[in-house]
């Protein structure tokens, strides 16, 4: 396993950050504009970068000459069973980031407070528009009638493509090498970057700075364990704003 330092960590979160505002920016609102289907439109904004995520991450471990065995990927993504401490690591995570969600007004206030009224960018119109219309408040999701399956859908595509994605990505593959070079406090320059790579989400100072608590959680609690599981888990609970957010809009 190569070692992997300054350039190299930025070459290996800007490349992704870059390929993601792309796809969001670029291609989603083109083929939202022709008038696709929602559903469809979201895979191509989406889920499709996320794929090539999680293709690059196997990628990345056959250049490194690696067998295609469990035992092979188990090791090299540190996918070992939890052990009891890595599981009272993990458990502490999820409470963190439980009160990181958006759901809770202090998020907001704080956003606000650690730099709201600096302005980087204004998101394009037809990525909004898309965003914004993902439910209609009432009955569909999607542009579809809402269905409990469309719905486990969603959730089980976001975990395959984005949990799994990122997580191989970036625990698995890139924090171990980033280890042989920065040691013991590599979680903060890995915490800081993958904060950075969400640069399309980060329209103010205070959105950007909103990320830290739950990128630096889980990258040191991934170092400390040494196991990515921990960062697996986390990032489910990080990213149930989304589900929430959606049952909320169709239940109220």
Known sequence: ?????????????????IIFT??????LPAVAARGTDQLLTFHAGFV??????????????????RPWTWAGVRERFRL??????????TAGLVVWLVLQLPIFPLNA?????????????????????FMNGLTDGQTQIFGRPFTWGLFF???????????????LWWRGYILPRQELVFGARTWILHGVLWAMFH??????????????????????????????????????????????LMLSRLMA
Do not use: C
């Open 22 to 27: 792309f796809f969001l920016f670029v291609i």
């Open 80 to 89: 070992e069973r939890p052990t009891p401490a890595t599981w009272a690591w």
């Open 48 to 65: 499709a970068p996320l794929a090539l995520m999680l293709i690059a991450a196997f990628v990345a471990y056959r250049i490194e000459g």
């Open 1 to 17: 396993m190569k070692p992997l330092g300054w350039w190299g960590s930025i070459l290996l979160f800007g490349i992704p950050s």
């Open 199 to 244: 640069a399309f989400y980060h329209t103010t100072l205070g959105i950007f700075l909103s990320y830290l608590p739950t990128t630096l959680a889980i990258s040191y609690v991934a170092q400390r364990t040494r196991n990515t599981w921990p960062g697996i888990i986390g990032h489910m609970v990080s990213n149930l704003g989304i589900p929430l």
């Open 153 to 167: 859908y969603f959730t089980a595509g976001l975990f395959v493509f984005n949990i799994l994605g990122e997580e």
């Open 109 to 129: 206030a704080l956003r606000e407070m650690l730099g709201g009224s600096i302005h980087f960018y204004d998101q394009p119109a037809g990525y909004t528009a």
